[in-house]
Structures are given as structure tokens and as C-alpha cells.
């Protein structure tokens, strides 16, 4: 729902106007944008990744294998394309939108591999740490980061690699003031459910992952 809500209001530009009107279908005029490639509401404009984000890459820390089993918890340990493993403590607690850094960087659409992550976890080096700056939320945050062409902003061929400069640099819609505070207030209830059953299903998968061996090796046992 909530990418419906941004695929209507941003990419046909049907947000309510000031009469409450789909904007585009009711006439609203409209401009092209050279550094977009694309036809934006008149006197609407475009900024970078990097004048909305505050990226944290600098906090994250990778840990080997080794070090993991050292340290087993509750505490989610991401890596590019989600959680590898469970830790004992967190080095990051907030919110945030996750952006992979090299590796598997792109899905099959070749846009960009994106995970929002809430409360305490620990991220390692492989994905790109990044939280909106104020007047933006992580799920407008990563409703805008969907769609980058990868193939624009990658190094590398075979090691495919998406670095902070060229992902700072790349080109956004700039949504004004007003419309982006009216979608944050539409869109913030359904991010809060998302992230709540996100949470459920990451407790539902450790609870499976402990209790499957003890059932496989007859510690456990079902009763009918």
C-alpha cells in the first residue's frame, strides 16, 4: 500500500492538489527536467541522494565467522542482502535504510538490493548505512531509492561495487515541503506495521532456527 500511495503521488504526480484533486489528471502543469530525464510538476525541482541522507558507514564493523559464534545473541547481524547472523550486541539503534555496498548489489530489475531496519542491530561493511535527514522518513527514504538504475551508479564488472560518491551524487525528485510532510503522515502508520511484523517474523525464524535441531536431534519432542 504504502508503494502504491508513492507510485501514484510521485510517479503519475497525482497527489491531491489544493483542491484535493489528482494533480496531473486534473490539469496540473507540468515541466521536463533535464537532470531527471523526466516531466515534473511545474516549479518542482530535483536534489541528490546526498543533500537527503546522513550516511553512517564509518560506525559499521564487520565481524568473521569466528568472531559471530564468540558472541551468539538476539541482536540482528545484517550483511548486504540481509541477516546473517544473531549477536550479543548492538553498534547501531535507530532507524535506518540499508543499501547494498558491493557483492550482490542489485536485484533482477537491477535496482538497487534495500532493506529498512529498525532498533538495535549490527551492520557490517558490505551495505551502505543510511538515515534521512530531517523533514524525510526512512520509508520515503527508500520508496525514493527503489528505482535507481544501478548500471548508473555501479563500479566494476565482475566485483560489483556501488560507492558512496557516485550514490551521493545520483539525481532524486525534490518534493516540496507541504506534499512530502502530507505523504509522511499518510504513509507512517503503515511503515510502523511493516517494521512490526517485520520484528515478529525475525523472532518467529530464531525461535524455528534453535528449535528445529533440538527436534531433529530428540531433545524436543511434539505431543499431540
Given amino acids: 500500500m504504502a508503494k502504491t500511495i508513492y507510485n501514484y503521488w510521485f510517479i503519475q504526480f497525482d497527489f491531491p492538489d489544493e483542491n484535493g484533486k489528482p494533480y496531473k489528471s486534473s490539469g496540473g502543469k507540468m515541466s521536463f527536467c533535464n537532470e531527471l530525464n523526466r516531466e515534473i510538476p511545474q516549479n ?5 541522494i546526498g543533500n537527503i541522507t546522513i ?10 565467522n569466528q568472531q559471530r559464534e564468540g558472541m551468539k545473541g538476539s541482536i540482528p547481524y545484517y550483511g548486504a542482502t540481509g541477516i546473517m547472523d544473531y549477536v550479543n550486541r548492538p553498534i547501531f539503534s535507530g532507524n535506518f535504510v540499508l543499501l ?6 542489485m536485484d533482477d530489475n537491477g535496482n538497487p538490493i ?6 538495535d542491530v549490527w551492520i557490517n561493511n558490505h551495505t551502505h548505512v543510511l538515515q534521512p535527514v530531517k523533514g524525510y522518513s526512512c520509508r520515503l527514504l527508500y520508496l ?3 528505482d535507481i538504475p544501478v548500471s548508473i551508479i555501479k563500479t566494476g564488472s565482475i566485483q560489483m561495487k556501488i560507492n558512496q560518491a557516485n550514490l551521493n551524487n545520483y539525481n532524486i525528485l525534490s518534493i516540496p515541503d507541504a506534499i ?11 511503515d ?4 512490526q511484523i517485520q520484528q515478529e517474523n525475525n523472532n518467529l525464524i530464531q525461535f524455528r532456527d534453535w528449535l528445529l535441531p533440538m527436534l531433529m536431534n530428540g531433545q524436543a519432542t511434539i505431543e499431540d
Fill in 44 to 48: 518542482w525541482n530535483y536534489t541528490s
Fill in 55 to 64: 550516511c553512517l558507514d564509518s560506525e559499521r564493523i564487520p565481524l568473521s
Fill in 100 to 105: 547494498a555496498e558491493d557483492g550482490s548489489v
Fill in 114 to 119: 534495500l532493506q529498512r531496519v529498525s532498533g
Fill in 144 to 146: 525514493l531509492l527503489k
Fill in 180 to 190: 512530502r510532510t502530507q505523504f509522511i503522515n499518510c504513509v507512517e502508520p503503515l
Fill in 192 to 195: 510502523t506495521k511493516i517494521m
